[in-house]
């Protein structure tokens, strides 16, 4: 089912904390959901649908929020794909008539509980299928992504020199951000020299760890035009798993290469037409695969298109991440989805910060990338349009 213009994205929050150690996670919901409902003009009262993808799951939390009467819940979890596929679902389901507003709530506090991600996988199911086979190796998050940057290189002659734009472009925008965690413009060579955490892959190759969250709101056309907000169109979406298949894993591309044309075919617009792109970095090069799977450059050639400022804004081809994205300002709870979706919202409302706002901002995509590239990984993809 299309989701072209049925549903609207009417309220947007994301939580300027990047530590919590004194708030407890539901507060963090909490604090998002408001901010969200407000931002909208909405109440909790008129909330009929309610997503999150989060510990203590949907049930606990809709009763912590005092929400009733919910029609429609969802609580997919495809890892930091969640939020970008929730908006999607979202949309389909206010086009089924399920439900008119829909709240998407993430928050989480992976830095204050000092999590490590080169740590071995310390929440991998025990009983899952795979355990047996991977957790023997300590696998962790980080050098399961240094593996596909391996591959990568050897494939195709990706560069470190060429990962680090990528770091370069996110700190250039992340200095006009004052809640990010790191705010001061690096260089190739500041990225080339910090320390090595899995090889290929160093310090500045690496998101954040950060506590907090966000929260987005999606409405009706209907509710929507009742609004005082811009709120832009949902124009399309896809979601996709990508798993090994038995070991015939391929490290060099990624679940994008499904639900990049699912959403665009749903929207009914190519690249050609994307104006700014929320792209998940986890690492830089989950970055580097995503762009070369949803087609703005062909496969291989990902390492040459991320060179020249090609993903700074306002001025790049492709103008990315202008919040400073997960490698400088945020990831929270270890799942930036959200922030993907709401950066691209403040992009077309042209409420980015003035630095970093891209003129005339018509389309803008989100895509989220869950779990590790190197395994199993969830992929999700969503195309907004303005409202103009």
């Given at each position: ?62 009763d912590y929020l ?74 962790s998050f980080v ?206 409302r042209g409420e ?37």
């Amino acid at each position: 089912m299309s989701t072209q213009a049925s549903a609207r994205v009417a309220g947007i929050y994301e939580h300027p904390v990047r530590e919590a150690p004194d708030t407890s996670t539901p507060q963090l919901h909490a604090d998002v959901a408001a901010g969200a409902l407000r931002d909208a003009g909405l109440t909790f009262d008129d909330v009929d649908g309610y997503v999150t993808a989060e510990s203590p799951g949907v049930l606990s939390l809709a009763d912590y929020l005092g929400l009733e009467g919910l029609s429609y819940v969802d609580s997919t979890d495809i890892g930091g794909a969640s939020y970008v596929a929730h908006v999607g679902h979202a949309a389909a389901a206010i086009a089924a008539g399920r439900c008119d507003v829909v709240l998407i709530t993430h928050a989480g506090r992976p830095r204050s509980i000092d999590y490590d991600p080169g740590h071995p996988r310390r929440n991998h199911p025990a009983d899952a299928p795979e355990a047996g086979f991977e957790d023997p190796y300590g696998l962790s998050f980080v050098g399961l992504y240094a593996l596909a940057a391996r591959r990568h290189m050897h494939e195709y002659g990706t560069t470190s020199e060429q990962l680090a734009e990528i770091r370069v472009a996110a700190s250039q925008h992340a200095q006009h951000n004052e809640h990010a965690m790191f705010q001061d413009p690096v260089t190739v060579a500041d990225v080339v020299d910090s320390p090595l955490v899995s090889d290929p892959l160093h310090l500045l190759d690496c998101c954040v760890v950060s506590d907090g969250g966000g929260a987005i709101v999606v409405a009706s056309s209907d509710v929507a035009s009742d609004l005082s907000r811009p709120c832009p169109a949902v124009l399309g979406s896809g979601d996709a798993i990508k798993h090994h298949g038995g070991g015939a894993l391929d490290l060099t591309d990624t679940g994008a290469v499904e639900s990049g044309p699912k959403a665009f075919d749903d929207a009914g617009v190519t690249t050609d037409d994307i104006d700014y792109a929320s792209i998940y970095d986890s690492f830089t090069i989950t970055v580097l695969e995503a762009i070369e799977d949803l087609g703005f450059c062909e496969k291989g050639e990902g390492g040459e298109f991320v060179e020249g400022g090609t993903l700074q804004a306002p001025d790049g081809d492709l103008p990315f991440n202008t919040d400073g994205g997960g490698l400088c300002s945020n990831h929270p709870g270890n799942r930036g989805g959200v922030t993907k979706v709401i950066e691209a919202v403040r992009q077309l409302r042209g409420e980015a910060n003035a630095e970093v706002q891209v003129p005339d901002c018509e389309i803008a995509l989100a895509h989220g990338t869950g779990n590790s590239i190197g395994t199993r990984t969830g992929a999700a993809t969503l195309i907004l349009g303005a409202d103009r």
